[in-house]
């Protein structure tokens, strides 16, 4: 299945949400041994969302800089992409080649 960035980042957030939210009452109903568990689901997500880079230039796209009145005051992991690639401009909403 190809996906563009943008949707492909659409899913791992709805992922992340519903699975963390699931593994989370677990944690507190079921057993407390869910909470490592929740941990190592969110090292999961954070793979795979790392995993999701520009199909031109392999920027990953979830890594931005955050401005805040123009100012970059950082790089991070943002869990959202831009419509285009910071690097290289590519239209990051479309499919992958
Ligand atoms: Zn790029």
Same mark, same amino acid.
């Given at each position: 299945?190809?996906?563009?960035p943008?949707s492909?980042t659409?899913?791992v957030?709805?992922?992340? *949400?519903l699975?963390g *939210?699931?593994?989370?009452?677990?944690?507190?109903?079921?057993s407390?041994w869910f909470?490592p568990g929740? *941990?190592?689901y969110?090292?999961?997500?954070? +793979?795979? *969302?790392?995993s999701?880079?520009?199909?031109?230039c392999?920027?990953p796209?979830?890594?931005n800089?955050? +401005?805040?009145c123009?100012v970059t005051l950082l790089?991070?992991?943002?869990p959202w992409?831009?419509?285009k690639c910071?690097?290289?401009?590519?239209d990051?909403s479309?499919?992958?080649?």
């Amino acid at each position: 299945m190809k996906l563009s960035p943008i949707s492909e980042t659409r899913i791992v957030n709805i992922c992340w *949400f519903l699975g963390g *939210f699931v593994i989370g009452l677990s944690a507190m109903y079921v057993s407390i041994w869910f909470g490592p568990g929740l *941990f190592a689901y969110a090292l999961l997500i954070h +793979r795979w *969302f790392v995993s999701i880079k520009c199909p031109q230039c392999e920027k990953p796209v979830g890594w931005n800089p955050i +401005r805040i009145c123009g100012v970059t005051l950082l790089e991070w992991w943002t869990p959202w992409v831009p419509k285009k690639c910071r690097k290289c401009g590519t239209d990051l909403s479309l499919k992958k080649a």
